[in-house]
């Protein structure tokens, strides 16, 4: 069945940067778009990026685009999630998720997540 396992998340200055890794297997990796998720507490989940199974095309939310840069390695069956100038807004549990073709979702299969903290 679908794994999808994140790591890197972890505790981050305002300014600072992460990168997140979501390493995927019970299905064919390089068929599929991907996309990373956020929820801060006591808000609903949000999409903060997808990307296609070519890497050829992706999207943002607006509010971490020309901050945040999503990234797949085919080959090693993982996404990523390089994060730069990080907010306070930016805390949150990240997941991975599955899309349903190679271009878009709907997304599911979520990951267990990894938690962001950003605090002075």
């Known amino acids: 069945q679908v794994q999808l396992v994140e790591s890197g998340g972890g505790l981050v200055q305002p300014g600072g940067s992460l990168t997140l890794s979501c390493a995927a297997s019970g299905f064919i990796f ?33 509010s971490v685009e020309g901050r945040f840069t999503i990234s797949r390695d085919n080959a090693k069956s993982t996404m990523y999630l390089e994060m730069k100038s990080l907010q306070l807004e930016d805390r949150g549990v990240y997941s991975c998720a599955k899309g349903a073709s190679a271009f878009s979702g709907p997304f599911g299969s979520w990951g267990q997540g990894t938690q962001v903290t950003v605090s002075s």
Do not use: F, H, T
């Open 30 to 62: 390089s068929s599929y778009a991907m996309a990373w998720y956020r929820q801060a507490p006591g808000k609903e989940r949000e999409l903060v990026a997808s990307i296609s199974s070519d890497s050829l095309y992706s999207n943002y939310a607006g």
